[in-house]
């Protein structure tokens, strides 16, 4: 449960919902629809990584 706002945390709501990560997602230009944040373009992909372990849900070696 997330604890902002007692919510199912699911990769949707980490990426494009949770208050939480808002600032985080302005900072890497995360995009608000899931699909386009979640694209397979180069620059979609390092937004989402660097954004992924800013916020410390997975730790990835660099």
Not at 10 to 32: A, F, G, L
């Amino acid at each position: 449960m997330c604890g902002v706002v007692y919510t199912v945390v699911t990769v949707k709501h980490i990426i494009t919902e949770c208050q939480k990560y808002e600032d985080m997602r302005k900072k890497h230009q995360i995009s608000q629809q899931i699909g386009e944040a979640l694209g397979l373009d180069p620059q979609s992909i390092t937004k989402i990584l660097q954004f992924i372990k800013e916020i410390h849900i997975v730790y990835i070696n660099s």
